[in-house]
Every structure is written in C-alpha cells, then in structure tokens.
C-alpha cells in the first residue's frame, strides 16, 4: 500500500504544479500536512475497528472542505480566511484540498482502495487493473467490474495492516510491526520525483523569491 512518504511526494508535486507565484517553505508545509491527514486514521483503527481507509479517506472529507472555503470565501460577507492570510491563505486553501484528495487519498483509491463514501454506504472501492487493446478481443479493461464475483469488503470484514493495528484485535507480544517506506518501484520513483521537483523548485526560490 502507498506508504505516507509517497502521499507527501505526491502532495509536494501537486503543490509546485498549483501554488505558483505563493509557493515558499510556509505553503509548501501547509499542503503537505493536508496531504498526510488521511493517514491518520491508522491511529483511530484500535478504537474504531476498519477505521483505517474509512474515517478520514471518505470523499466526503474534501467535500466538506470545499463548501467551507467556498462558504467563506464567496457567501460571507468576511471571509475569515481573507482577512487573516488575504489572496495567499484562499491560493493554499485550495491547493490544500487538492493536495490531500491527490496526495492523501487518491493513491490508496487506486491501488489497495478506500471506503470512499463512508459513513453514509460501508463498501470499499478500488480503482486498479489495467486497460489494453487486444486484436482479437477489443477492448479490455479491469479497473471497474460490474459484476463483481464476491461482494465487496466493508469495515466488518477488512483490516488494513498498519504500524499502529498490524492486525485485528489484540495483538501478540512478538507482532512485527512494519511501517513501509516504499512497496514498489512505482512508490520508489514517486518519492524520488516529488522530492526532487520540491527540493529544485525551494532552491529557486531562494535563487529568485516569489512576487508577493
């Protein structure tokens, strides 16, 4: 499963491709915290068994965020967020919530999957397979089964391993506990990529400070 390193990879690249002429260390640092939140439902599994990929990956969560900037932003008559950060603190609020819908949870969504409208409908969902064409059979895609041949995993009959809960109930005194860094060489050039590209685009800054 995509380890936290390869949601704040992705979430630093999201943040150079939108923050523009905004982007210093202080915004970087705000859309990198929103893209490791979802993953901290792993310390809520041990008291809400299937928690974890359920609580804070749901889509409802950047939902829910977006009508709140939108609420301040557009129908206040002050917007909150205006008055203390101006034009920069709307900027980083969105590319916040892009970053944690891009970073934190679309890389589980489509890999090992995320109850992704919890807690309204208790299934998970996965988007991961493949799409080719074939010379004698079309068209093939797997990413999306309609008829799939086992009902769906919920909270009640799927654990996702993690250092805080490897496993469901209690756990035994010699558990390994692992927490990945990289389960791929996929994840591996994610990390490689997005701490390149933020660690070039800080050195430009420093070379060349942002237009205020």
Known sequence: MPS??????????????????????RSLAVVLVA???PDLDSFTSTLVPGSHRSLLHTLFLPLVLVALVVYDTRLRDESV????WGIRGVV???VAIAALLGGGIMPDLFSNGVNAFYPLHDTFY???GEALW???????????????ESPPPTTQTLHYSTVVDPSPGAEPENVERIAPLASSGLELMLVV????????????????PPVQ
């Open 4 to 25: 936290t390193l390869v949601h704040v990879a992705v979430g630093g690249l999201v943040g150079v491709a939108l923050l523009g002429r905004w982007f210093d260390s």
């Open 81 to 84: 967020i205006r008055e203390r």
């Open 92 to 94: 980083v609020a969105w």
């Open 193 to 208: 990529l997005g701490g390149g590209v933020v660690a070039g685009r800080l050195l430009l800054e420093r070379v060349q």
């Open 35 to 37: 893209a490791m939140i």
């Open 126 to 128: 996965a988007i991961n």
């Open 134 to 148: 074939s010379n004698t059979r079309g068209f093939v895609q797997t990413f999306v089964e309609l008829h799939p």
